[in-house]
């Protein structure tokens, strides 16, 4: 299983960015997505996820109101929309993928399968 992220790169404060996930599941396999990052010398972060199935979203409290999270169905990808970024955000991101019911969707050892990450910078 692969997933691959793209999009990541620096921005201005203030800036926007979109991550894309690309999954080599089949849609009938996956149960949710979800975004986490890891900056230098902190643990891995949730940022959102997604429940696959009926797109209901979840966020971390430090991304509500400036994050949102979507899914293309047909292509298998995630996206993650980030707006209004904060140098806080700087991050590498990674995408990870469960197949099974999550009891939390923040639990990043819940999901078994994860990308090689994306670098976002933001500058102020």
């Known amino acids: 299983v692969q997933l691959v992220e793209s999009g990541g790169g620096l921005v201005q404060a203030g800036g926007s960015l979109r991550l894309s996930c690309a999954v080599s599941?089949?849609?009938?396999?996956?149960?949710?997505l979800g975004w986490f990052r890891q900056a230098p010398g902190k643990e891995r972060e949730f940022v959102a996820a997604i429940n696959w199935i009926n797109e209901k979203p979840y966020f971390a409290d430090s991304v509500k109101g400036r994050f949102a999270i979507s899914r293309d169905n047909a292509k298998i990808i995630v996206y993650l929309e980030m707006n209004k970024l904060e140098p806080e955000d700087t991050a590498v991101y990674h995408c990870?993928?469960?197949?099974?019911?999550?009891?939390?969707?923040?639990?990043?050892?819940?999901?078994?399968?994860w990308g090689q990450g994306t670098l976002v910078t933001v500058s102020s």
């Open positions: 599941l089949r849609s009938s396999s996956i149960y949710a």
């Open positions: 990870a993928a469960a197949r099974f019911i999550l009891p939390s969707y923040s639990d990043y050892t819940r999901y078994e399968f």
